[in-house]
């Protein structure tokens, strides 16, 4: 099995395991990675999850020995049919690298060690946060093979780091080191590279302490607030908020006045 989901507790670590390449994805691991995300998404158990990679690279890409295989015919049968968009209505068809066209409803943190390069940048891409190793990197590297970017790159790459730092990355297809991610706002922690995963799952689980109702309207006002103007952001703020302000604020105001979280002591909230 190339994919397997490790559970503790909240916390789901989503794991790809093809490190003998890279974890570059086939059609195989695309359908089980969907597959470990549509689970994580229905479970009323799973707060938050952690994508992970086995050996020494986070995703190598599409896997390009399976795209070199393709004639003609299982290129407009597996490729155009099956993976692209319709006119009209109906439901989003499976990426190639498998969940990218998803919008998860709960956090994702995507644990970089080693290359996460073309494909593999865009299911980075995909998560909330991004831990990366002192040596992992980004990169479009498909750009050397004429592969380009499907699977949201174009879409969620300019959203994070702007427009011209975004084109700088597409047309150059160079080398981004975590360092550099980090400057650009492409990562939000870089650590030491054997503590990648154990820092991403105390995050997962640090987040999954939190009254969930209003973590999640905060996390949905950040993500459906991007694009509108500030006075329909902050309308659209207050409606996702206001709820849980009844559901979960008064009673965590409540704890608070009873002496819970004082002198910056969170342990017990």
Same mark, same amino acid.
């Given at each position: *099995? ?5 559970? +503790? @507790?909240?916390?789901?670590? %989503? ?36 994508? $992970? =990679? ?35 209505a ?11 066209r ?9 644990a /970089?060690? =080693? ?5 593999? *940048? ?7 946060? +991004?831990? *990366?190793?002192?040596?992992? $990197? *980004?990169?479009?590297?498909? +750009?050397r ?17 702007? &427009? =011209?730092?975004?084109? @700088? ?9 975590a ?38 309207a905060?996390?949905?006002?950040? %993500?459906?607030?991007y ?14 908020? /206001?709820?849980?302000l009844? &559901? ?11 002496g819970? =979280?004082?002198?910056? @002591?969170? @342990?017990?909230?």
């Amino acid at each position: *099995m190339t994919v397997r989901i490790e559970k +503790r @507790d909240n916390v789901w670590t %989503i794991v790809q395991s093809r490190p003998e390449a890279r974890n570059a994805v086939t059609p195989e691991t695309a359908a089980l990675l969907s597959e470990a995300f549509e689970e994580f998404e229905r479970s009323e158990e799973a707060r938050v999850a952690v994508f $992970y =990679g086995d050996g020494s690279a986070f995703c190598a890409g599409w896997d390009l020995k399976y795209a070199a295989s393709l004639t003609t015919e299982d290129f407009e049968k597996d490729i155009v049919e099956r993976h692209g968009f319709r006119v009209g209505a109906g439901p989003v068809p499976r990426a190639l690298m498998g969940p990218t066209r998803m919008e998860f409803n709960k956090p994702v943190i995507a644990a /970089i060690n =080693g290359p996460a390069v073309a494909g593999g *940048m865009e299911l980075a891409l995909l998560c909330d946060m +991004r831990v *990366m190793g002192e040596t992992a $990197y *980004m990169g479009v590297y498909c +750009r050397r093979w004429g592969v380009p970017l499907m699977d949201g790159g174009t879409a969620r790459l300019p959203r994070l780091v702007g &427009q =011209g730092k975004a084109l @700088d990355l597409v047309l150059t297809g160079r080398k981004v080191t975590a360092h550099e991610c980090y400057e650009i706002g492409l990562c939000e922690r870089v650590v030491p590279d054997d503590e990648v995963r154990q820092v991403a799952e105390a995050i997962a689980h640090e987040i999954s302490r939190f009254p969930q109702a209003t973590m999640l309207a905060d996390r949905r006002s950040v %993500i459906d607030g991007y694009g509108l103007s500030l006075r329909d952001a902050m309308k659209q703020e207050w409606s996702n908020a /206001i709820d849980t302000l009844r &559901q979960e604020g008064i009673a965590g105001a409540g704890r608070f006045s009873k002496g819970a =979280g004082r002198h910056g @002591d969170f @342990d017990n909230i």
